[in-house]
């Protein structure tokens, strides 16, 4: 079995049209959920509540 080499325009162009689909802000935002957070950081943020706003209106409506 002969293997073809793929035709130089064909494989720029691919290189293109993926460089581009990576650079998307759809393939930006899926790259950041991928990112893993230390377990520290999500059991302990830095405001101290597992719900800033929601930690925020219960204090508000503790001191009402």
Same mark, same amino acid.
């Given at each position: 079995m002969a293997? @073809?080499?793929m035709p130089t325009e064909l494989a720029v162009l691919l290189v293109g049209v993926a460089a581009r689909q990576? *650079?998307?802000? @759809?393939?930006?935002? $899926?790259?950041?959920l991928? #990112?893993?957070a230390p377990v520290e950081q999500l059991l302990a943020p830095a405001h101290g509540?597992?719900?800033g706003l929601a930690?925020? *209106? #219960?204090?508000?409506? $503790?001191?009402?």
């Amino acid at each position: 079995m002969a293997v @073809t080499a793929m035709p130089t325009e064909l494989a720029v162009l691919l290189v293109g049209v993926a460089a581009r689909q990576a *650079a998307s802000p @759809t393939a930006r935002a $899926q790259a950041r959920l991928a #990112l893993v957070a230390p377990v520290e950081q999500l059991l302990a943020p830095a405001h101290g509540a597992f719900h800033g706003l929601a930690a925020a *209106a #219960l204090i508000r409506w $503790q001191k009402e």
